[in-house]
């Protein structure tokens, strides 16, 4: 059976939202409609709409910010996205265009308009849904690949030395072959555990989460790994950070995952600064950061040190995926992370999430 098309219909006016399911439903799609932006957000996220009509003026967060925030996140970067608009407004248009809308239509709508328009860019969005389907088999099969040779090398050291065992029970001194076992299955098991976590969707109830907090718990946590070493935590934490939307406990383990590559980066001793705020000129957005003054990341590993199982590390402890299940993370709740960093002079990685306020999950305007 062939699944119905989606289409999301976000606009604050009650009586279009009606006219465009009414007609949208009768062109046999499966319609779902929004009142406001945060609203639409997630529904889109969730429900992962084929098309999107979108208001371009909506109550508190803009038509336009919406198509940004649509557009930036893997999950619902592709889907075309409709903008409504009345005919006086051709500025609204440019922005939204800009913004990355793939069209318009225009209020009041015609309905052998709306049709035209809305198949076409079904037609287009499946294409697009095939090749993107194709990118993620390769990517999939490469991260498979990955982890199998990963797990394939301590395992050979398991068996190995479990066979030396057999052949020296009689003599009665395995040690030496129980701690290499013992070192590989515990590496077979830290390649699992990453492996979950970068596999593993944001399966819990997203909730208001308070930056600060989480970050001051990573580092009570992460620290506990560096204890006896001459770190020193720097914590500048801002005032009033706007909430965010979202897992607190994986937000945790993606601060977690950045201050423990810091710590493992300055072998001898340095400083970690931890810092939060509004990030600047853009009030929706909220940042975490961590800086550190290890020995820096060259321009050309700045480019891989996000693909999973790369590092530059040779412990059995570190598969190279902390940075890859961070961004994964990150990019669940909608937002970006970034790295700056200077060789000889240490780097900083920060988290970008958009803002919501204490109340209702809307996104806060902070000036
Ligand atoms: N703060 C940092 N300074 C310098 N290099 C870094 C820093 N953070 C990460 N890197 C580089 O990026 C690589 C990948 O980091 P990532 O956290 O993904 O994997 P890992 O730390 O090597 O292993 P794992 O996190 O799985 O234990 C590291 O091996 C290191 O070379
Ligand atoms: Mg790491």
Not at 186 to 199: E, G, N, S, T
Not at 242 to 258: A, M
Request: some cysteine.
């Amino acid at each position: 059976m062939i699944s119905k098309a989606k289409i999301l219909v976000v606009d604050d006016d009650a009586v279009i939202r009606q006219s465009l399911s009414k007609a949208l439903q009768k062109q046999d799609y499966d319609v779902r409609t929004a009142a406001d932006g945060s609203q639409g957000l997630e529904t889109a996220w969730e429900w992962r709409p084929d098309l999107i009509l979108l208001d371009v003026i909506l109550p508190g967060m803009l038509g336009t910010e919406v198509c940004k925030l649509l557009k930036e996140n893997l999950k619902t970067r592709y889907i075309p996205v409709l903008l409504i608009t009345s005919l006086d407004r051709p500025a609204d248009v440019a922005a939204g265009l800009e913004a990355g809308a793939s069209d318009y239509i225009t209020k009041p709508f015609s309905e052998v308009e709306l049709k035209a328009r809305v198949a076409t860019h079904l037609r287009t969005s499946r294409i697009i849904g095939e090749l993107v389907g194709i990118e993620k088999h390769i990517s999939l099969g490469r991260l498979t690949a990955g982890l199998c040779h990963e797990v394939n090398n301590p395992l050979t050291v398991v068996l190995g030395q479990l066979e030396m065992m057999q052949t020296m029970v009689a003599e009665q001194r395995p040690q030496k072959c129980v701690r290499l076992a013992f070192e590989s299955a515990r590496r077979i098991q830290a390649l699992v555990r990453a492996m979950r976590d970068y596999a593993e969707p944001l399966l819990r109830p997203r909730e208001d989460c308070d930056l600060n907090a989480v970050m001051a718990s990573a580092v009570s946590l992460a620290s506990l790994g560096w204890a006896g070493r001459a770190i020193e935590v720097r914590m500048e934490l801002g005032n009033a950070v706007p909430q965010v939307r979202g897992d607190q406990e994986k937000l945790k383990q993606v601060f977690i995952n950045i201050l423990t590559n810091a710590s493992q980066i300055m072998t001898e001793s340095g400083t970690i600064t931890v810092r939060s705020g509004v990030l600047d000129g853009d009030g929706a957005w909220v940042f975490g950061s961590v800086s550190d003054t290890g020995k820096g990341i060259s321009k050309a590993n700045q480019d891989r040190i996000f693909d999973p199982f790369w590092t530059t590390k040779e412990n059995w402890q570190s598969p190279g995926l902390g940075l890859s299940v961070a961004r994964r993370i990150i990019e669940e709740h909608q937002g970006r992370i970034e790295v700056e960093s200077e060789e000889g002079r240490g780097s900083t990685f920060r988290i970008i999430l958009p803002a919501f306020t204490l109340s209702g999950g809307d996104v806060t305007a902070t000036p």
